[in-house]
């Protein structure tokens, strides 16, 4: 087994030029000739649960504060699906993608990249992906460093 100190890996990082990100430091440990292909985007892969068995949210001192549906599914949907709401007319007209959070009444929440947008109906959304327990993402390129730059 080689160990490695995080100086090699340093070393190795700006001697190939390459940007500091979790994944290329995972790729510049150790004795390292060349990487390439590295300036792909990665995927981020975050745990957001299942949801809750417990129906009745508690406050600090163990008293009932909020109850929740005694379903998780509403109208086919449930909290953390993937989902993409194409909504034709109205305030909110357009295109959302991002994890939904539903309500009984079906009209839903949906989190995007650029914020929460809430209140779109089940009737316009499409689902994408089943939640399963976690939120996929896709970090961009990373930005190459200047070769050239001392540090």
Known sequence: ?????????KYNRQRLGIPKTHALDAACVG????????????????????????RTRLNRFGFPRGYLMRQKQVKGFQTGDLVQA??????????????????????????????????ISHRHCRLLQRADGYGYA?????????ATRAA
């Open 1 to 9: 087994m080689i160990t490695s100190r995080g100086g090699r890996t």
């Open 31 to 54: 004795p390292v000739t060349a990487i390439t292909h590295w300036n792909v985007p990665t995927l981020t892969v975050r745990a957001t649960g299942r949801g809750s068995y417990q």
């Open 86 to 119: 194409n909504v034709p007319t109205g305030k909110k007209a357009g295109t959302y993608q991002g994890r939904v959070a539903i309500r009984a009444t079906g009209s839903f929440n949906i989190q995007t990249r650029e914020g929460v947008v809430q209140g």
């Open 138 to 146: 896709f970090q961009p390129k990373p930005i190459q460093e200047d």
